[in-house]
């Protein structure tokens, strides 16, 4: 799906419905019955193919995030978050391998309070 051109505009997507579980995902595959393990092998295999994300879907929103989400860009790693208000806004930093797997495995335990000030809006 293309996206509407929109140059330093921030997007804003629509809600998802609650879900039944957490669901995994990359462009090869999709889990709803995995483990923390699974999270981190997913994660592992991003770090050093190219062109590779991993998503990470609430069944509800925690703490105001409803998804975490990664890719690398030459070699450095960038992490987004879909916070949930008033429609789903993306934010963005960069981290190492190490922060990564925490905010993955933070959010899967339902433990992961985002410091909003190290995120950015994403524009389009």
Do not use: W
């Not at 019955?33 to 609430?58: G, H, K, N």
């Amino acid at each position: 799906m293309k996206l509407p051109f929109k140059k330093n505009k921030e997007v804003i997507f629509k809600t998802e419905e609650p879900k039944p579980d957490f669901t995994l995902r990359n462009q090869e595959s999709e889990l709803t019955d995995f483990r923390d393990i699974d999270v981190e092998d997913y994660l592992a295999d991003m770090f050093v193919t190219p062109d590779q994300f991993v998503v990470l879907s609430a069944p509800r929103a925690q703490n105001k995030v409803r998804f975490v989400q990664a890719c690398t860009h030459d070699g450095e790693i960038e992490v987004e978050l879909g916070i949930e208000e008033k429609g789903t806004h993306l934010y963005y930093k960069m981290c190492t391998q190490e922060e990564c797997y925490r905010i993955f495995l933070d959010f899967y335990d339902g433990m992961f309070i985002p410091e909003m000030g190290e995120y950015k809006p994403v524009e389009f």
